[in-house]
């Protein structure tokens, strides 16, 4: 083994007025942190030998020069020598002092390293050729609290190191979309708010997405739409909710749902062909849309994160003026209307009515005359709806893997689990306004730990019933009202 003292790391200069490099610790710990491990295997031994028999004048003045390097001329080679002989002739020995080695120490530090492990003690090529040898050394001179310590520092430095990065971590907030205006430049702060109008950029994109949307035989009929007289949509404005607080919450749910094939992955397989034929279905809608090269463009540019079945769908909410079937004002003002209340709080299904037709969530449609059904009423009773102006939200909406339903889901908090489970508690309910009570529906009731669906989707029969359109609900905070559409009911 390596006596400790032989390692150049280690070894002490002869000089006196050189510093003492002997304490273990600090060069273990640079050796576990800072260096490599092949740094002291990499130390030019042959060079040092040179430098020191350069000093000692044994090699040619050429050889001095490449030793010391190109800014050193024959003439230092010279006064180098005239040194070593004065210094030899006046027998002041090792603790003299050197006036080149000072001048050179100043401007050359690496010359200053290299002399002084030249100067220690005979050095094999395989002495000190890695770490390992280090320790075995510092074990073989029964320096066994150095090693200790240095491996307690170092593993002090590690974790010292990993709870920074932890706490760090914990004050990033999720990055908003680059497009935005209001994004900031600290990735510490969600401390933003701001409506901004983007009618120019995204007018006609959303336009095009409202025709293509827009199921004009369906319209004015139904139980939800049957007041309504107008047959289109003219788009008037179109503004981008920038909300720093409502991000990171979507953010942060949006991450903690599983991709969609790691979710279809836990599913037995009858559920996950079954699973696998609603994404179809959401797929083929958007599909469509892709067809106008102007929409197109539009959602690519959203970015959806399109593993976690992240869709634009449509949000309709009536804003301020919106009437009542009788005519009367309901949101007199602005700052008390619901469209007011999603600009700034973004969507809360704790709001949601549990006897709606599947529960208490954040109800979404993929057709816009669908969303226009719950925009409220505007023009005085009786007057028709053409020449209204009501506001529509397109949101972002996290559905991951959808359980589809071909029957009501009153007071219902949350979708079931993927094999099918429903919630314990549904089993005494009996209060119900559509379809039958929860034990007659044939669905299984059981507390589990199994992984749920993230989403349910309301097919086109419901309770035996036809429905004119499909209905998307989420029971978190899995929506972001994105964009607020303004637009004018047309003929």
């Not at 933003?192 to 199921?215: H, I, N, R, W």
């Not at 209340?341 to 709001?351: C, H, M, N, P, V």
């Amino acid at each position: 083994a390596l006596p400790i003292s032989r390692c150049p790391l280690f070894a002490n200069p002869t000089s006196s007025s050189r510093p003492r490099m002997s304490t273990g610790v600090p060069w273990l710990l640079a050796t576990f942190l800072l260096l490599p491990v092949s740094a002291v295997r990499d130390i030019d031994l042959k060079g040092l030998d040179h430098t020191e028999d350069a000093q000692r004048g044994s090699l040619p003045g050429s050889l001095i020069e490449g030793s010391l390097g190109p800014s050193h001329s024959s003439n230092s080679s010279k006064a180098l020598k005239d040194q070593h002989g004065a210094s030899k002739g006046s027998g002041s020995g090792s603790g003299s002092w050197n006036p080149y080695e000072s001048w050179d120490t100043f401007w050359n530090p690496g010359h200053s390293m290299a002399r002084s492990m030249a100067k220690a003690e005979s050095i094999k090529e395989n002495d000190c050729d890695s770490m390992n040898d280090l320790l075995r050394g510092m074990l073989d001179e029964e320096r066994h609290w150095e090693v200790v310590l240095g491996l307690s520092l170092v593993i002090a430095g590690i974790l010292l190191l990993a709870g920074t990065c932890f706490l760090v971590g914990l004050k990033v907030k999720p990055r908003p979309p680059s497009y935005w205006s209001s994004r900031p430049w600290s990735p510490f702060t969600d401390e933003f708010q701001e409506e901004v109008d983007v009618t120019s950029e995204y007018g006609p994109a959303v336009q095009q997405l409202f025709d293509m949307t827009t199921k004009k035989e369906a319209m004015g009929i139904g139980r939800d739409g049957s007041w309504a007289t107008h047959k289109g949509f003219r788009v008037v404005k179109v503004t981008r909710i920038e909300n720093g607080k409502m991000w990171t919450d979507y953010a942060r749910q949006r991450r903690a749902i599983d991709p969609v094939v790691k979710t279809l992955a836990s599913m037995g397989r009858d559920w996950a062909l079954y699973t696998d034929t609603a994404l179809e279905v959401i797929e083929s809608t958007h599909l469509s849309w892709r067809k106008s090269k102007s929409v197109r463009e539009f959602l690519e540019s959203l970015g959806l994160d399109s593993s976690r079945n992240e869709r634009l769908m449509f949000h309709g909410s009536p804003g301020v003026g919106a009437r009542q079937a009788t005519g009367q004002v309901l949101f007199p003002t602005e700052d008390c209307s619901p469209v007011y209340a999603i600009k700034t709080a973004g969507f809360d299904e704790r709001l949601g009515n549990v006897k709606g037709m599947y529960g208490s969530g954040t109800y979404f449609a993929d057709m816009a005359s669908k969303a226009d059904q719950y925009a409220g009423q505007y023009n005085p009773l009786g007057a028709g709806s053409v020449g209204e102006r009501a506001t529509m939200f397109l949101s972002r909406v996290t559905l991951g893997c959808p359980y589809t339903t071909n029957q009501s889901l009153e007071q219902l908090r949350r979708p079931p689990c993927c094999e099918g489970h429903f919630d314990l508690n549904l089993f005494w309910n009996q209060d119900v306004n559509f379809g039958r009570p929860w034990r007659e529906k044939g669905v299984p009731f059981r507390i589990c730990n199994h992984k749920r669906f993230d989403s349910i989707m309301g097919d086109f029969v419901i309770d035996g019933q036809k429905k004119l359109y499909r209905e998307f609900i989420v029971y978190g905070k899995q929506s972001y009202p994105e964009f607020c559409v303004t637009y004018e009911r047309v003929p």
